[in-house]
């Protein structure tokens, strides 16, 4: 793979945008980046790639999706008809939509076949973003997810650590746990807290000792304060933020994926949605923009998180989620610092998130710099994977 040089542009490193830039790529890795008037010899012998005006970025990481999901109408429905290799197809296309998109690193939080996908994109037998699978997701029996094949349903703190250890050695490299009830199973309050402490604290525990990361499906604010309280890695919908929920996220650096996209996809469908998920959501919206201006002013750290797959959240959508939690609130900056280095440090992932010396070249190119134009985001110009110009 020969070494590409981006001269003269802007970039957006993963923390702050610089101007008149380079970037000099090796084979999958970043060489060396700094002022374009200093680029080292090494750059004026690379293929020189694009130019005064344009933006490059890391690669956006989504850290919430379901692959094996298409984003229709029914959620329960289409996970009736879903087996392992179904799920490893459907995955594959739609891994592809995040990829074109300038997502280059997802988050499974729960699917079929998801696993063995993710294997087979590290090895190279099928393009995609990298992804980090969860698995089955754990939830209580009767619980949020008990009804859609995507979750396990454990009782008790020591069946809820077995079951840990079974994801792991299945192939899990991260764990979920669905803390409260949710918007799209039936006959269940969306609020209610699911687990007890014990078993919250023992899922963690048992992850955190194998170096995986934890996320907490959480709408409810009992739900949310037990999952921080129990050391929790992400939090994601999080709608109901009291303020102390917000001090102690803010304080244990707990990350919050807001997931806009699934709730407004949701709530914005009456009609198309089931009914019953339409009015959960609905009545969500006000709490969860309430929830989101909480976390903000209280310096809570933010991840971008989609939950692609869900009803009309369609794969690829990490742009719109970006834009979407600026629109609520959250000044441009901060926004791509989620959806890139922090995204990175919520998922243990240490040579994705940023552009430096030796990190991952896994990077999108944009007209125009997408912290002064996030709309931009839409329209990725090219991406790179591990190097690799992604064919568009």
């Not at 037990?226 to 929790?232: D, K, P």
């Not at 992400?234 to 806009?260: D, L, N, S, W, Y």
């Not at 939950?307 to 939690?325: K, L, S």
């Not at 609130?329 to 990175?344: D, I, S, Y």
Request: hydrophobic fraction near 45%.
């Amino acid at each position: 793979m020969a070494s590409s040089y981006f001269a003269d542009i802007t970039v957006f490193d993963g923390a702050r945008v610089r101007a008149h830039q380079g970037v000099l790529v090796d084979r999958d890795r970043i060489a060396w980046t700094g002022p374009h008037a200093r680029a080292p010899r090494e750059a004026r012998a690379a293929r020189e790639v694009g130019g005064p005006g344009r933006a490059l970025t890391p690669g956006l990481i989504d850290c919430h999706v379901h692959l094996c999901f298409d984003g229709g109408a029914d959620f329960a429905a289409e996970a009736a008809g879903l087996t392992p290799a179904l799920g490893a197809i459907k995955g594959t296309v739609n891994a592809r939509k995040h990829l074109v998109n300038g997502v280059t690193t997802v988050r499974d939080l729960g699917g079929i076949g998801i696993v063995e996908l993710a294997g087979a994109i590290e090895a190279g037998i099928v393009p995609g973003p990298t992804v980090i699978p969860a698995g089955s997701a754990l939830t209580i029996t009767g619980g949020h997810g008990h009804n859609i094949g995507i979750a396990r349903q454990v009782d008790g703190a020591d069946a809820i650590r077995r079951a840990v250890r079974e994801e792991i050695r299945a192939g899990a490299l991260t764990i979920k746990l669905i803390a409260t009830g949710g918007v799209l199973t039936p006959g269940i309050g969306a609020t209610f807290a699911a687990f007890t402490p014990e078993e919250l604290t023992a899922a963690i525990e048992e992850a955190h000792s194998w170096d995986r990361g934890v996320a907490a499906h959480a709408i409810g604010a009992d739900g949310i304060l037990q999952a921080v309280l129990a050391g929790v890695d992400t939090v994601e919908h999080c709608v109901q933020v009291t303020p102390r929920i917000a001090k102690e996220m803010a304080a244990r650096g707990t990350f919050r994926g807001p997931t806009i996209s699934a709730l407004m996809g949701i709530a914005g469908n009456e009609g198309r949605a089931p009914a019953y998920a339409v009015a959960k959501a609905q009545a969500l919206v006000e709490e969860a923009k309430a929830g989101h201006a909480r976390s903000i002013r209280a310096g809570v750290r933010h991840i971008c998180s989609t939950d692609a797959g869900t009803p009309f959240n369609p794969h690829g959508n990490a742009p719109n989620e970006v834009i979407a939690m600026i629109e609520w609130g959250m000044a441009p900056l901060a926004a791509m610092v989620a959806a890139t280095a922090n995204g990175a440090e919520a998922l243990r992932i240490h040579d994705v998130g940023r552009i430096a010396p030796g990190m991952r070249a896994d990077l999108v190119l944009y007209d125009v710099d997408p912290v002064e134009d996030p709309t931009c985001l839409r329209e990725a110009r090219a991406v790179w994977k591990d190097g690799a110009r992604v064919r568009l």
